[in-house]
């Protein structure tokens, strides 16, 4: 399978750390160092999930003649914000570009789901029932946020991002995708409280921010190895690393673990903060046009709850 | 594929029609005569989808010695009440049941969940990434319902289902899965409004009711009647038909419109009230031991946003 184009959509309001320091006395130094975060998007009054997901895919068709609209056939949706969860992402989006009677669905696995989406195109391709799906991932976390939390108010943005994927190739510049890991780690460490969002209680909380910080380097790296491993490449036969965009100072941890140079990391979190489930797959629209031919990228996630994967793809 | 075993979980508490009598003026007579419910159980202060969810795994993983808990290698959760969106219901019955390292997702595509998810497994099926799955189906409505909105507080019970499927035969009694629909319908009707749950704005809503009545049973029929014809069987060749448990005279109007008589569905709605996603598996749980040897059973559901879908099994 391929990945045939991607686009994002990013909110215009930009919120930088100054606000975070009148708000709650953070100062921008600190939230940089922690974080690495100097600014993040919000989402407009009126805006949430399902319309930045459909102005996501609105701007992916728009840059994909070869995709027509009409050749959808399987709509994949991922939030952990949901603005609805009746209608859903997916269904929005389904509505949004009039394709009618083919399988539609939302999807969540925390911060790790675009992988799971993609991996549920790739299971709807080996059973025949699809040939040309959309996937979309978009986050509202600024709707579920509390900015006053002192702890991790300042680290939320919010974004959307849609992929065009194609069974057969489409074009010479498609992604190829040479293999795909997605695994739950429910059962891990404090995958339980470490970082939740209870829609009743309202807000996401990350009481346990350290937990998940060693188990989202861990899991990164250790994923990123294997997918690797299997395909018998090593680190030096990847040009770039997309890890889950959370915090600059994870992806640096998984750098080191893999003995990666920064400069093959592709980074977005300075600009827009952590956007969860999008945070990936907008980086990779971002980075499409400097992919060159031959060049291998993995994308890596880590979701709270737990969860993780790696995808192995190749220009 | 098959079906090995499914077991469901309802919360202890019973609530009457008499409860929505005192708070609403509603009676009796008048909820019996438009929806067909009686009672409807409540989940406990404690209890939510995870909770139920859990419940519901650990009944089905005791009733199937052939199908070990360590056996299980995907974990399909499906909810559109969502106790916690990051650590998903089916990331909570990963840590319940202690099996790592294997694909894990929570989905919604409404009440028409059950069937996304069997399809999600097929998908996986058929790429060999699995054998073995869990399916699990948990909805917590009373969480997100308004008593006191008296045009659709009173509809709404909790309950979960956990279902075992098996990419080949374990047992003679299985259920072989002889073909599956799902598709969206985001784009008909009133889709977009008909029944909501924001969850930022709380509550599950149906201010267009009538509208997703004539939807679902218009497609509960087509769709039925579509997996029927493609495997050249007719109604006749159906003993029971479940369909989605959301309304006695829906349940009575695809009936109609396939010339099945009464006793050919399979109902719990009158004590259940609509359990969302679970209804379907719930009652496919309480009727299980009455599918004899060579009959066959459709599953049909249809869910606000829209979506539909129908399965056909054969014992």
Redesign the interface.
């Known amino acids: 399978m391929y990945i045939h184009q991607v686009a994002a959509y990013l909110p215009a309001q930009v919120i930088t750390n100054e606000h975070f320091t009148r708000l709650n006395g953070l100062s921008h130094e600190w939230i940089i160092e922690r974080t690495g975060i100097r600014e993040r998007r919000k989402a407009a009054p009126g805006e949430n999930t399902n319309t930045m997901a459909v102005e996501a895919t609105e701007r992916v068709l728009a840059q994909a003649p070869l995709f027509p609209t009409a050749a959808v056939d399987l709509?994949v949706g991922a939030?952990?914000?949901?603005?609805?969860?009746?209608?859903?992402v997916?269904?929005?989006?389904?509505?949004a570009i009039?394709?009618?009677?083919?399988?539609?669905?939302?999807?969540?696995?925390?911060c790790s789901?675009l992988l799971?989406a993609i991996?549920?195109v790739?299971?709807?391709f080996?059973?025949g029932?699809a040939t040309r799906a959309l996937v979309v991932v978009s986050e509202h976390n600024t709707?579920?946020n509390n900015e006053n939390d002192t702890v991790a108010g300042h680290l939320w943005g919010d974004g959307a991002s849609a992929l065009l994927i194609s069974k057969e190739r489409l074009a010479p510049t498609d992604l190829r995708m040479l293999d795909l890991i997605?695994?739950?780690?429910?059962?891990?460490g404090k995958?339980?409280?470490a970082?939740?969002?209870?829609?009743?209680e309202?807000g996401?909380v990350m009481p346990h921010g350290k937990d998940v910080f060693i188990h989202a380097c861990q899991y990164m790296a250790s994923v990123t190895r294997k997918v690797l491993e299997r395909n018998h490449l090593s680190v030096a036969d990847v040009s770039w690393l997309i890890p889950h965009q959370a915090n600059l100072r994870i992806t640096r941890n998984v750098l080191q673990s893999l003995e990666m140079p920064e400069e093959r990391a592709v980074s977005n979190i300075d600009r827009l903060g952590n956007t969860g489930c999008a945070g990936a797959a907008i980086a990779l629209a971002e980075q499409l046009d400097q992919i060159q031919t031959g060049e291998r990228v993995v994308i890596t996630v880590f979701?709270?709850?737990?969860?993780y994967g790696a995808m192995l793809l190749e220009r």
Do not use: C, F, W
Not at 195 to 200: A, D, G, N, S
């Open positions: 709509i939030t952990y914000t949901p603005h609805d969860t009746i209608y859903t997916a269904h929005a989006v389904q509505r009039g394709v009618t009677d083919i399988p539609v669905v939302s999807i969540s696995s925390a789901s799971n991996e549920i790739e299971g709807y080996a059973m029932k709707a579920y997605t695994a739950g780690a429910g059962g891990i995958a339980d409280v970082v939740t969002l209870k829609p009743v309202k996401i979701g709270g709850g737990y969860s």
